[in-house]
């Protein structure tokens, strides 16, 4: 088996409580970004999207910021719910490429 | 929509043994995506096909590894011999490339060619 493997960042949340995941990506020509969402034992799954003319994205409890002169991609989950437990990836796609730059991951817990 | 389809959900296979693993993409999709994860990794792109015609294979790891895409329905990923180290989960994704599409309204719809992602195929080499 693998004995060193990522050690994710863990952001543990009271349900109901907001929480923020932040992401820093690296490459200044990238022009869109994914939050996705992976529960253990599933593929990742779309959250939300956001293209670089903007700055904010609003979904229904969730919110993307991008900060570009800093390279910062944050996502607010709003009342956080049980369900909500998993490992969140930010993805960058560079301008002119089809393909997606995932970073490490963050998992959320959330603590009834 | 069946979403992506991929084939077996699980293999476990001797060293040296070849594996064949299968993708089906979203119908009307036109562009197909190979990963892999593992702990040590994370999610890395292995190779990449638009319109049935691969894109970008820099993260196929060696020669062992090859990828077809005979039809905009099918794709598979080989590798041959097999290794220990090759386990992993190997996740197939598919996504329209459309013309762009100004995002607005209040549901966070995907705005440029997200990529669906398939459950994946665990993969244990012995």
């Known amino acids: 088996g693998e004995s060193v493997g990522l050690h994710l960042p863990t952001l543990s949340v009271q349900e109901g409580d907001n929480s923020i995941i932040n992401c820093a990506y690296s490459?200044?020509?990238?022009?869109?970004f994914i939050w996705y969402k992976q529960e253990s034992g599933k593929g990742p799954q779309f959250i939300i999207d956001i293209r670089s003319n903007m700055d904010k994205r609003q979904g229904q409890r969730v919110t993307v910021l991008l900060n570009k002169t800093v390279k910062h991609l944050s996502l607010q989950i709003a009342a956080t719910q049980p369900g909500d437990s998993a490992v969140y990836f930010c993805a960058e796609r560079v301008r002119g490429y089809n393909k997606l730059i995932f970073g490490a991951g963050t998992r959320l817990a959330v603590h009834p | 929509d069946a979403g992506v389809i991929q084939s077996p959900r699980h293999e476990v296979t001797e060293m040296g043994q070849e594996v064949t693993l299968r993708c089906k993409p979203i119908?009307?999709?036109?562009?197909l995506f190979w990963y892999r994860q593992t702990m040590m990794r994370g999610l890395e792109l292995l190779i990449y096909f638009n319109n049935n015609v691969p894109i970008d294979d820099s993260g196929m790891p060696e020669d062992r590894f090859s990828a077809k895409m005979p039809n905009a329905s099918f794709s598979t990923l080989k590798i041959q011999p097999s290794e220990p180290r090759d386990s992993a989960v190997y996740f197939c994704?598919?996504?329209?490339?459309?013309?762009?599409?100004?995002?607005?309204?209040?549901?966070?719809?995907?705005?440029?060619?997200?990529?669906?992602f398939g459950p994946g195929t665990r993969l244990t080499v012995l």
């Open positions: 994704a598919s996504s329209f490339r459309p013309p762009l599409i100004l995002a607005g309204g209040p549901d966070p719809k995907p705005t440029y060619g997200e990529q669906f």
């Open positions: 490459n200044s020509a990238s022009d869109y």
């Open positions: 119908s009307g999709h036109n562009s």
